[in-house]
Structures are given as structure tokens and as C-alpha cells.
């Protein structure tokens, strides 16, 4: 039978020369049936093999846009070839490479045949065929297809590897295609749409990129389905153009060279003056991700960002911190005495009130972050993280996930565990998303806020900066440690997208910023406000017998009725500024006794008590049994951190008026200083991720052991660590 190869490649690569050198005379020349395209077919045997060989006509690309795209697109996927031979211009490697890319993505089995190596090498292009083969994970061999040179070295080749499966690539395009391709994936495939010719991935790329052929038997297929992947393109297509004034296809096409750009930027290429658009993005890139100025670039950025946020959001913070607090004196003095009052103040107000007071600090990062991401600069540190990351068994790609989940601050867990996808091998994939929650997502950010604001003002900036350095090592370290151990394994090379810079629209900027803030607002109005309502019944019932509320009337009677007989005796002999002493005397022993009543009642609620029991175990860390309520909360969501404290520290308040802020209460409470604040920031950076990720990871594992295990492992960790630092600080200190 021989085995069946299709000589593949852009116009004039030397696919004829090479078909030519390969077939001699044993060749025939038809049409593709029903289009006049030229076919041509031969064979070649010899103590190799037997080969059939086709060859396709020229494409630079395998979008149906045009004839030739057609024919040789369906030719792959009627006939499958055991293999793709695709010609390559060695002298012009990035642009040929974009096809093979394409062939790459739709599952075909590759091998390169690097042609005109004479041509490149006359123009001083020396090309690492070797380590391009170690990268794009298929055969690479130089070839001189006019001399005949390599093509014994090609047909082993194929020979060698025509057997094997083929995992399809998969790029990341950004994420809003990567978010709109996986929804459109789902429903390819439980549809069964096209796939018994494409990958269901690759059928959605071609809707995203109006790809005629695709979008024309969808239309004559299920309507439905036809209309719901119609809908997803548009509403990305308008998201895009808003956004980054950039259509899906512009988006695609730029992410492929990213991946291309990301290749050869790894000493493929010894000399390389290829005069393209990409290369004011390559002058940007010698400077910024140069080895050594690169790094200091990045933290420089990094820490431009934080300073900006932390100052310009200041003032808007306080001004939400003020009408918070006003809102809850005013609903205080509104409302009778009760269990609505304490509802709506200390559950509501002070608990989720306290999460949307930090919207303009949360609003400030995430505009920083959209600039760094819209721009192109956070590719660059995927980029230049890469080499670090192997040394911990991780994987380049692993730093997106990284900054996705909150690697530079107010990302989310969740699309980070997701965004893990994008690795090939499972073992850095699970050391990957078992890592990404330490990063510090938006949830954590009030957490950090509060605490910085009320313990170190001063530095507020770099604190930040410790806080993510503190995330980003602990991570690397617990991945390290993970894949010596329980997910041991090889690494795998790196190749990532690095697309080229763009100019960001303030638009695009002000959207995106808008859109992770408004997630921000509804996830502190539903699942917190939710969340707060729980843990304020919680902090609220069973509340005092009355036995014990007895008590506290009892000392309450004791205060009055001393007072009123102290003042009747002495009432002739008292003057008017000793009586009102008298009386503010009077008023403050009855403030202290409501205040030890409403402790005494939060102590002995169900959440006060699992707080003080977990009390003897914690105080090591230097958390009190308020603390332990606010941590046990941040299983749910870590902004409840911040809410559980706000109401904890409300319900053990009396007089609204002298609350302050939560910082200011905080500040001021017994047992806390900066130590605590620190041992606190420790836990919350380490313990369990909130329960959506743990679901997430559970299912992006495969497992619920996994999701147990980051549960279970990160408490455990962050417990030991705090406690390593508080007992540490205490002795320093
Ligand atoms: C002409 N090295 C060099 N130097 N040239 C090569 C090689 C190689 O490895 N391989 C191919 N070529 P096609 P497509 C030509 O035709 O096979 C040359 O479209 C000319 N012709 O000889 O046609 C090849 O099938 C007059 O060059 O490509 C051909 O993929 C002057 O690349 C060209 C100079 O090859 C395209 C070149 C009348």
C-alpha cells in the first residue's frame, strides 16, 4: 500500500522541487475532483519505504478563503494522510511557520521540511532545527530540495513517526476567545457537529474565524446550534472591537505569530532580519526582556502599579468608609433596638458594606492590570518568568494561570485553574492548578487593604510588594516540593503566545476595568451579602440564656439604683457640672455592661463558640476567636475575611457613633498589632481556596482527591507557616 504523505506549504517554498526530487518520473497529474485545481500525485520506494505522495496546492493559511485553501483543507481530512510533509522557507521561518501552526492545531500528524537551508544560510541565517523539533514536538529536516539534499533524512522521518497519535495544539488566544472557543466546544461536541472531520475546537476557531465552508454547513445544519454559536461570535466580536479594536480573526492570527514569536525567540535563530510588522514589538522586547534589565523592568512596573492604586484610591476609599459609616449610624438611630437593627447593621452594613467600601482600591488595580494585559506586557512576563518557573517544575505556560488567578493582584482562581488547560503534559498541569490559589486573587485584596491600612500605612506599597513576592515564592516552592514528590515527572518545553505589542484604547482599558469590577460588586452583593446574613445569624443566635442576660439587668439595676440614691442624698449640696460627671459616670458603667453582655452573647454563639474552641490551637498563630469566625467564613470566599471582622467587630461594639472604620476598630483592639496583621496575611496568602475553586479544581483534576488535598495541604501549610511567624515576631519583637 506505501504510506500516504501530502507535501504541504506556502507558494513557492519548493514544494514541486520537492515533489519532483522525490517522485521522478513516477508521477500523474489530474484535478481535484470538481474544481480545476491541479493534483498532482507519485510515488517513491526504496529500502526505506513506499511512499504515495500528493501534492496540495500552496496555502498560507487553512481558512476556506480561498480554492486552493478548500481543496487542500478537505484533502487532509477525507483522505488523512499518515502525514503532512510541510514545506518550509527556511529563510522566512515565521511567516511559513503560521501554516504548519494551523496544520498543528487541526490534529494532523507534521513533519517540517526545512527547505532552502542554502538560501538562509547565504543570508547568514543559521536555524536550530534540533531544538525547533524539541519545541514544536514533530520531526524538523533541513532539506535543498533543488540539489535533493535531505530528502532520505525526511523520509526516515515520516517513516519514524507515521504511526503515532496526534493530541491537537491548542493556543491560547486571550481570554475572551479562550472563554467564548470552550463554551462553543461544549456544544460542538454534545451536538456532534463536523466531528467526524475536525476537532471540536478547531471547528469553533473556524466560526470565530468566518471561515465560509464551516459557517455555510452549519447554516444548513441545526438551526439551533448554528444560532447559539452566531450568538457567541458576536457578542466576542463586539467585546473585541470595544475592547481592543481588534475583530476575532486579527485576534487569532496575532496570538499564532505570538506562539511563532515566542518559538524563535529561543536561539532558533542565530542572525534573523526579517522586516516585518513585528519588529517594533522585537526593539521593545530586547530592552524589556532583556536578562538583565528585564526583571528590574518588571518589578519597577509591578511596583508603579501598586503605588498608583494604593495612593489614587485613598481618598475614594474614605469617602466610601464615610458613608458606610454614616449609613449605619443612621439606620442605627432609625431603627428600634432588635434583632432587624442588628441584621441590617452589623450583618448588612458592616459586613458586606465593609467589601464594596474597598470598590475603588479594587477598581484602580484592576484598570493597572488591564493596561499591563490590553498592552501585551503580561505576555513578556510569561516570557521572562519561564526559565524560573522550569526550575520548580513548573511550566512557562504556567505563568499566565498564575497572573490570571492574581499574580500581580485581583485576578480569581477560578479562569486560572482553567486557563491551566492550555498545558500539555498533566503533571505540570496539576502542580499548576494546585498552585495558582496562592496567588493573591481580588477576594484576598480587601483582606490585604484592611490590615495594611490599619498596621502599615506607612509603606503601604511595598507591603503589597512583600505580600506578592511572599505568594509568588510559597507557590514555587509547594510546586517544587510537589512535583519531587507525590507529582513527580519530566518538564516539558516552553512555547506560549507573545503577541505583538499594542497601543491600549482607554475604551478598551475603562471596559475591561469595568468588567472585573462589576464581577467584584455583584459576587460582594449575592454570595457575600449571602455568606454575611449566614455567619451574622451565626454571631446572633443562640445568643444569652436568660439566666445570663439576668445578670447583666441585674448590674445594670445596681448601676441605677446606686447612682439615683447617691445623687438624691447629695442633691441639695451638688452642683450643676458635678451632676452631669455624675451622670456620664453613670452612662459609661452601663456601656461597659452592654458591652460585655453583647460579647458575652457573640462568645456564646454557635459561631463563637467553633471560634473559641479553635481558640487554644490558633492563639499560637495569634489569632483570637473573632479571627478564627472571620478565617472559618473565608472557606466560602475570602472577602468574607473582611466581612465576618466588620460584623464581629460591630456586634461587639455598642455605640455606632465611636466605631471608626474597621481598620480604626482593629487598630485600637486588644491582641492586635502588626505582628498579628502579618500572621493573619500569611494565613489568608496560604489556607484552603474558597469552595468554588476547590469544586473547580476538583473537576479540572479529574478528581475530588486533589481538591480534598489542596484543601486540606494549604490549611495545614498556612497554619504552620503563621504560627512560624508569629512565635518568630514575638521573640524578635
Ligand atoms: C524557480 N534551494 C534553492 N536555492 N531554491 C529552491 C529550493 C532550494 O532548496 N527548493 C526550491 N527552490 P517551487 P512551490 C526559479 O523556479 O517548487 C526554487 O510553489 C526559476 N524558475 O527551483 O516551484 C525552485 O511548488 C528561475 O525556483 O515552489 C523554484 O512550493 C530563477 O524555488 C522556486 C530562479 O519552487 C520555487 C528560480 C524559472
Known amino acids: 500500500m506505501g504510506i500516504a504523505i501530502a507535501l504541504a506549504g506556502n507558494p513557492n517554498s519548493g514544494k514541486t522541487t520537492l515533489f519532483n526530487a522525490l517522485t521522478g518520473a513516477r508521477q500523474h497529474v489530474g484535478n481535484y475532483p470538481g474544481v480545476t485545481v491541479e493534483k498532482k500525485e507519485g510515488k517513491y520506494s526504496d529500502d526505506i519505504g513506499e511512499f504515495n505522495i500528493v501534492d496540495l496546492p500552496g496555502t498560507y493559511s487553512l481558512t476556506a478563503y480561498s480554492m486552493e485553501e478548500v481543496v487542500a483543507r478537505d484533502y487532509l481530512v477525507n483522505e488523512k494522510p499518515a502525514m503532512v510533509v510541510d514545506i518550509i522557507d527556511a529563510s522566512n521561518l515565521e511567516r511559513n511557520l503560521y501554516l504548519c501552526v ?81 463554551e462553543m466546544e461544549d456544544m460542538i461536541k454534545s451536538s456532534g457537529f463536523l466531528t467526524n472531520r475536525y476537532n471540536a475546537r478547531w471547528t469553533a476557531i473556524k466560526y470565530l474565524e468566518n471561515d465560509g465552508q464551516v459557517k455555510e454547513l452549519g447554516s444548513k445544519g441545526d438551526k439551533n446550534l448554528d444560532l447559539q454559536l452566531e450568538t457567541i461570535v458576536e457578542k466576542v466580536t463586539k467585546h473585541l472591537a470595544a475592547t481592543l479594536d481588534t475583530h476575532p480573526e486579527g485576534m487569532i492570527a496575532d496570538q499564532r505569530y505570538g506562539f511563532i514569536n515566542s518559538i524563535l525567540k529561543q536561539g532558533i535563530i542565530k542572525r534573523y532580519h526579517d522586516e516585518n510588522r513585528l519588529q517594533i514589538s522585537d526593539k521593545i522586547d530586547k530592552v524589556v526582556t532583556n ?17 498608583f492604586t494604593f495612593s489614587y484610591s485613598e481618598m475614594p476609599v474614605s469617602w466610601f468608609e464615610s458613608f458606610f459609616g454614616w449609613l449605619s449610624g443612621a439606620v442605627d438611630s432609625a431603627l428600634p433596638e432588635g434583632l432587624l437593627k442588628s441584621l ?23 484598570f493597572g492590570v488591564s493596561l499591563l494585559e490590553d498592552s501585551g506586557y503580561l505576555a513578556r512576563m510569561s516570557f521572562m518568568l519561564d526559565r524560573i518557573f522550569r526550575m520548580f517544575g513548573l511550566h512557562g505556560s504556567s505563568v499566565m494561570a498564575f497572573i490570571i488567578s492574581g499574580g500581580i493582584a485581583g485576578g480569581c482562581a477560578v479562569p486560572g485553574v482553567m486557563a ?75 512555547v506560549m503566545e507573545l503577541p505583538p505589542y499594542r497601543m491600549p484604547t482607554l475604551k478598551g482599558i475603562l471596559i475591561h476595568t469595568w468588567e472585573r469590577t462589576w464581577q467584584y460588586i455583584k459576587k460582594a452583593g449575592t454570595v457575600i451579602l449571602g455568606v454575611s446574613i449566614i455567619i451574622w445569624a451565626m454571631m446572633t443566635f443562640p445568643g444569652l440564656d436568660e439566666n445570663q442576660s439576668k445578670l447583666f439587668e441585674d448590674q445594670r439595676a445596681v448601676i441605677t439604683s446606686q447612682a439615683g440614691y447617691a445623687i438624691l442624698s447629695d442633691i441639695e449640696t451638688l452642683e450643676s457640672d458635678q451632676l452631669s460627671a455624675q451622670a456620664s459616670a453613670v452612662k459609661d458603667n452601663l456601656s461597659r455592661v452592654d458591652l460585655d453582655e453583647a460579647k458575652a452573647g457573640l462568645k456564646n454563639s454557635i459561631a463563637g463558640r467553633i471560634g473559641t474552641s479553635l481558640e487554644g490551637l490558633t492563639k499560637f498563630a495569634g489569632f483570637d476567636w473573632r479571627t478564627n469566625i472571620a478565617l472559618v467564613g473565608g472557606f466560602a470566599a475570602k472577602e468574607v475575611v ?14 455606632p457613633e465611636e466605631k471608626g472604620s474597621l481598620s480604626e476598630r482593629l487598630k485600637s483592639a486588644e491582641g492586635w498589632g502588626p ?39 494549604n490549611t495545614v501549610l498556612a497554619f504552620g507557616l503563621s504560627v512560624l511567624c508569629y512565635q518568630v515576631g514575638s521573640v524578635i519583637m
Open 291 to 307: 536578562r538583565f534589565l528585564g526583571p528590574i523592568i518588571m518589578i519597577a512596573i509591578i511596583m508603579g502599579l501598586y503605588k
Open 344 to 366: 441590617i447593621v452589623s450583618g448588612i452594613i458592616d459586613g458586606a458594606g465593609g467589601v464594596l467600601g474597598f470598590v475603588p482600591l479594587i477598581m484602580f488595580m484592576f
Open 420 to 494: 491551566t488547560r492550555t498545558l500539555k503534559s498533566p503533571k505540570e498541569r496539576l502542580a499548576t492548578l494546585l498552585t495558582v490559589p496562592f496567588m493573591n486573587c481580588g477576594a484576598k485584596l480587601p483582606v490585604f487593604a484592611l490590615l495594611i491600612a490599619a498596621f502599615f500605612s506607612e509603606n503601604e506599597a511595598q507591603m503589597m510588594l512583600v505580600i506578592t513576592l511572599i505568594a509568588w515564592f510559597g507557590a514555587l516552592i509547594v510546586a517544587r516540593i510537589l512535583r519531587s514528590t507525590v507529582i513527580k515527572g519530566e518538564a516539558t518545553p516552553f
Open 102 to 182: 494551523q496544520f498543528l492545531e487541526m490534529g494532523m500528524p507534521v513533519t517540517i521540511a526545512l527547505n532552502m537551508m542554502d538560501v538562509a544560510n547565504k543570508r547568514g541565517i543559521e536555524i536550530d532545527h534540533k531544538k525547533l523539533s524539541k519545541l514544536l514536538n514533530i520531526p524538523v529536516v533541513p532539506t535543498i530540495a533543488r540539489k535533493g539534499h535531505g530528502k532520505k533524512k525526511l523520509l526516515q522521518a515520516i517513516a519514524a513517526k507515521s504511526e503515532s497519535n496526534i493530541e491537537p495544539l491548542k493556543i491560547s488566544y486571550g481570554q475572551d476567545i479562550d472563554t467564548a472557543l470552550d
Open 675 to 713: 505582628l498579628t496583621a502579618f500572621s493573619l496575611i500569611i494565613f489568608t496568602i496560604f489556607y484552603a481556596p474558597c469552595f468554588v475553586t476547590v469544586i473547580c479544581i476538583a473537576r479540572e483534576a479529574g478528581s475530588w482527591k486533589w481538591a480534598g488535598f489542596s484543601v486540606v495541604f
Open 642 to 655: 473582611v466581612s465576618t471582622l466588620g460584623t464581629a467587630y460591630s456586634l461587639g461594639e455598642v455605640d
